[in-house]
């Protein structure tokens, strides 16, 4: 999503880096750059202007422009600026002590309401609590059989009483039947709105009242750009939501929705939706994702990911493989299935601090998912033999292999070669040596092309 204003930022920031001494007449250029990239992405203009402002004067009146390294230290003000816009420190859920917690869930028509109740709810299934939803969305056709069919996939309680029931009475239901099982959480899906609704805000209201829900979410569609942050404004006049849950974050807007919603409304983004499946949902840091904008990277969120996904005593082995040099392609391709896992490629490697920019800079990097599966094609058209030695992979034992996985005898010799070099790297990697991220990227992935 922000990849037009993050090449923006880190352009601007580059140049001051590049600078030995900084004048206040370049902090106020590369201010007049952050203004036009911020208000590019559809931020909205009062926050612009506030956001410009507050950087212009963390730079310059505290001393900046005197320091050893000026450039590190106005990238360093800009970093805490971005996170501080989109809510500083973030905040978490409030869980009752004795469940159980109620969520209200709310937004517009088409803005993923639905799907974001269900990732929510399999999100905190995840962390070891029992949780339901409601199916209260009686308005839009279908919604309650989504709603039961997401939660079956995601192995969280559904309680529906169909679509011709007053959602109120749903909501105490479900309630009741939630609080009888013992359940931790109950989160409410209600209807979502074609625009700002009288009646349905009634609705709404009402079911909050019913309920007594711990926070009430909104969800936002951030594809929406500044309308959503409109929307929000007028919701938080109605129910007094306590956070967002921004969707579709992996789309190609602009990112002025994340931007803007904390400082016009004053709630926090809480979670935010990074792909279309129901795991494919993750806490949002502001800090983190200041640090993503400006090409530093995310290595916590990697980290977690990696700690979710990847098996400590599978890693333990891989690393002695790795040192004896015995990892084989069945080792690897272990490995791609476990860190397919963690979400896309591209979203995987741009959490690493300096491969976003040198994914940028290798124009023919092939780093998508459909190479991956290219990839285990081809191994899977192998036999055991063959990947545990692949370097006797040749001649007609590459053609049967290509003919097996609908590549070509090219692609194949291509990953034996490139498996070699990832041995050698992974090798040096397990002795305690880190090679170059533009390198590695270059080494690996610059080859490819498409068949």
């Known amino acids: 999503m922000f990849e037009q204003l993050s090449e923006r930022l880190q352009g601007t920031m580059s140049d001051l880096r590049s600078r030995g001494k900084l004048s206040e007449s370049d902090v106020d250029k590369a201010m007049r750059e952050i203004r036009l990239a911020l208000l590019e992405a559809d931020v909205n203009f009062k926050v612009t202007k506030q956001f410009v402002a507050d950087v212009r004067e963390a730079a310059i009146g505290a001393g900046v422009l005197d320091s050893l390294d000026p450039g590190q230290m106005v990238v360093k003000v800009v970093n805490e600026q971005l996170a501080e816009l989109m809510g500083g420190s973030g905040r978490e859920l409030a869980f009752a002590s004795k469940g159980p917690t109620v969520i209200l869930m709310a937004g517009l028509q088409g803005s993923g309401k639905t799907t974001a109740t269900v990732k929510l709810a399999r999100h905190l299934r995840e962390q070891g609590k029992s949780v339901g939803v409601a199916a209260c969305d009686t308005q839009r056709p279908a919604a309650v059989e989504q709603l039961q069919k997401l939660a079956a996939r995601a192995s969280v309680t559904a309680y529906a009483q169909g679509a011709d029931r007053d959602p109120v009475d749903i909501a105490e239901w479900a309630l009741g039947q939630a609080r009888s099982a013992g ?168 959490m690493m601090p300096g491969m976003g920019k040198a994914m940028k800079e290798i124009r023919n990097a092939d780093v998508d998912d459909r190479e991956l599966d290219r990839l285990e094609a081809i191994i899977l058209s192998m036999t055991p033999e063959e990947r545990g030695a692949p370097e006797t992979i040749r001649g007609s034992r590459r053609r049967r292999i290509a003919l097996g996985s609908g590549t070509n005898v090219q692609a194949v010799k291509r990953l034996t070669k490139q498996f070699e070099q990832m041995r050698k790297v992974m090798k040096q990697v397990a002795s305690g040596k880190m090679p170059d991220a533009e390198a590695l990227l270059r080494g690996q992935m610059g080859t490819g092309r498409r068949h």
Not at 224 to 252: C, S, W
Not at 288 to 294: N, T, V
């Open 183 to 350: 359940l931790d959480v109950l989160i409410i899906d209600t209807a979502g709105r074609l625009h700002v609704d009288k009646d349905l805000m009634n609705e709404l209201v009402r079911i909050k009242k019913a309920t007594r829900p711990h926070d009430v979410l909104l969800t936002v569609d951030a594809m929406t750009g500044q309308d959503a942050v409109n929307v929000a404004e007028q919701f938080a006049a109605a129910t007094d939501f306590d956070g967002v849950v921004l969707t579709k974050l992996d789309g190609d807007a602009r990112g002025g929705a994340a931007l803007s919603v904390k400082a016009v409304t004053g709630r926090p983004i809480l979670y935010a939706s990074t792909g279309e499946k129901l795991e494919q949902l993750e806490r949002f840091h502001p800090d983190r994702m200041a640090q993503r904008i400006l090409g530093m990277g995310d290595v916590l969120t990697l980290i977690e990911k990696a700690e979710q996904q990847l098996d400590a005593s599978d890693g333990e082995e891989m690393e002695r493989k790795m040192r004896r040099n015995e990892f084989t392609l069945d080792d690897f391709l272990k490995q791609l299935k476990q860190i397919r896992k963690m979400g896309p490629l591209s979203g995987v490697l741009g």
